[in-house]
């Protein structure tokens, strides 16, 4: 399939002069950088990232041609160190708690100094100038400072990558991220709990890095920056979401948390890849925040994600990824230093991506993945307004047990807007946006179960993904839209599942029929029902009585 749209200068900073001509120097100056001592090295190529990895970090050349590095001690984000810096100008609309921690301004200019200062203690420092968001009209200009070169490869990779005459006028950037990540935060100065602390300041529109090496930190950093951003700044919707395109220009957008099939059942071999995680649902359509896609690579094979396999390749990296000390053949098997192994590519590294990586036109239908490992949701449910809103802020999903030690039975994973650790503001804001969205566009929601049916987790089996591709199809060619409809769970979850869906077995569509063992249908039925009463009830008094009452409730099972 070729990609519809001009191609956006393939990797076209390889062809850089000198990106240093058009960079304002006196700007490190001011902010503390040593300029004397310092060289610094701005949108590097791969081909150069790879040279210096290599000499410096220990990275190797996979036999795929990717670039595999180590990110040290921490393998995955510290949520628990995310604080955002309380002052005037955000500190109204932030969502403050367990998520968004508060930090006094005083300690994030002590952090910024320590950041800077451990830079200046390099001999070459890496600057990447990127675009957040491929809408010219909405997309922010970021500035990443760091002394890794895997790091700037890294966001080389998921930024956008800017033609030349965009960074020759790149000018001052919109956001800036000063990684010192090698460095320790001090667990002594006030507010730190830990040696690792990631910080954003909106006033002064920076991000710190210290004490955690691990690169999805920037990436997620962006994300809720954006996340603020978008709504407030512009008044536009930013989602945690896959997103694709027909052929004859319908969109989809896909919400699910990690397990439910987001980047996997969005990567459709007829539709255009638009991005495979974070997203902009805007006046004129849909667009990626990204340029790059960061996926995981544990149990990765050709044989069921073949584009992924694919993308390894020159220019990739691998992190994380342990391989054949002789061949250099990565093991994507192998979890001993961490499951969160990753690889992070160019998203033109996709055959069917759509470049530039904008829909412009309003989604058609918004896609609820959630794994449910109890068996009682159908595989597909047509949700109405206050039923997309109850189960955006929920967030449902569930881990089966082998996935952690000691878990012998499903358990429950609610995060509110499918992407709780980078939701800024309060998740009822999102939910109304994507409402009021949705109602103008008359665009159709769907809550579609990739998990189990016939029973729970070790009685019954999970969905065939042939099943589920099946009913993607039918949601995507309108044929749901118009499907006769019965009321699954009344009086409990009230979802509205067709009777019939192409060749899918018609027993599949209603748990209450697949389950042989009825009386424990009905109590899984009122047990998950209970589990997203009390997830709930922490939002209870900020969302609408509709929405709330469009939930299910144990009450009545």
């Known amino acids: 399939m070729t990609s519809p749209g001009n191609h956006h200068d393939e990797l076209a900073q390889e062809n850089y002069p000198n990106p240093l001509l058009s960079l304002d120097i006196s700007m490190f100056s001011k902010a ?22 290599l000499a410096k970090e220990n990275a190797v050349i996979s036999s795929n041609g990717a670039l595999i590095n180590f990110s040290g001690k921490k393998t995955g984000r510290s949520p628990k160190d995310k604080r955002i810096v309380f002052e ?18 005083h300690t994030f200019e002590i952090n910024r100094e320590r950041a800077i200062d451990y830079l200046n203690t390099r001999d070459d420092i890496y600057v990447f100038d990127g675009f957040a968001g491929w809408d010219p009209k909405y997309r922010i200009k970021v500035r990443v400072i760091c002394a890794r070169a895997y790091h700037a490869l890294f966001m080389h990779n998921m930024l956008i990558r800017p033609t ?67 709504p407030v700044k512009f008044g536009q919707l930013s989602l945690h979401s896959s997103c694709n395109q027909g052929k004859d220009g319908d969109v989809s957008l896909f919400f699910g948390l990690s397990g439910t099939g ?27 925040i990204e340029g790059g896609c960061y ?21 990739s990296i691998l992190e994380n990824v342990t391989y054949d000390s002789t061949t ?58 206050e039923q997309a809103q109850y189960h955006f802020i929920a967030g449902y999903t569930s881990k089966t047990p082998g996935t952690e030690d000691g878990v012998v039975e499903p358990s429950p994973t609610f995060s509110t807007c499918y992407g709780q650790p980078f939701i800024v503001l309060q998740p009822q804001r999102y939910a109304t946006m994507l409402a009021e969205r949705m109602s103008n566009v008359k665009c159709d929601a769907y809550l579609v179960n990739t998990g189990w049916t016939g029973g729970k987790f070790g009685v019954g ?31 409990v979850f009230d979802l509205q599942i067709p009777t019939k869906v192409g060749d899918v077995p018609a027993e599949l569509l209603n748990p209450s029929r697949s389950w042989s063992d009825k009386a424990g249908f009905e109590t899984e039925l009122a047990k998950l029902a209970g589990m997203f009463s009390e997830a709930f009830v922490k939002y209870e008094k900020d969302v609408n009585p509709e929405v709330l009452k469009a939930g299910p409730s144990s009450a009545r099972a």
Request: glycine share 6%; charged share 25%.
């Open 88 to 105: 005037e100008s955000s500190k109204n609309d932030i969502w403050w708690g367990p998520v968004n921690i508060k930090l006094d301004e």
């Open 262 to 288: 987001k980047t996997t059942l969005s990567a459709d071999p007829n539709r255009y890849l638009i991005g495979d995680d974070e997203h902009v649902w805007s006046d004129t359509g849909v667009f990626n």
């Open 328 to 385: 250099r053949v990565p093991d994507y098997d192998d979890a001993s230093l961490t499951e969160n192994t990753r690889c992070a590519y160019p998203i033109d590294f996709i055959p069917n991506a759509k470049i530039p990586c904008i829909a412009d036109k309003q989604p058609s239908n918004v896609i609820m993945l959630t794994c449910d490992a109890y068996g009682v949701l159908p595989p597909v449910s047509k949700l109405s307004s």
């Open 461 to 491: 089996h999970r969905c065939p993904l042939k099943y589920t591709r099946a009913i993607l199809d039918a949601i995507h060619d309108g044929t749901l839209k118009n499907a006769q409809y019965e009321t699954f769970a009344p009086g």
């Open 295 to 315: 996926a995981k690579c544990i149990g990765l094979s050709k044989e069921k994600e073949p584009e992924i396999f694919n993308a390894i390749r020159f220019g």
């Open 164 to 230: 030349v005459e965009e960074l020759e006028n790149f000018g001052e950037p919109d956001f800036t991220i000063y990684n010192a990540g090698q460095f320790p935060a001090n667990r002594f100065t006030a507010g730190m709990t830990s040696t690792t602390s990631v910080e954003i300041n909106f006033k002064r529109r920076e991000m710190v890095i210290l004490g955690t090496e691990y690169a999805g930190e920037m990436k997620k950093g962006i994300f809720s920056v954006m996340h603020y951003i978008q």
């Open 32 to 53: 503390g950088f040593d300029m004397e001592r310092l060289q610094i090295k701005r949108n590097s190529s791969a081909a150069e990232l790879y040279e210096e990895a």
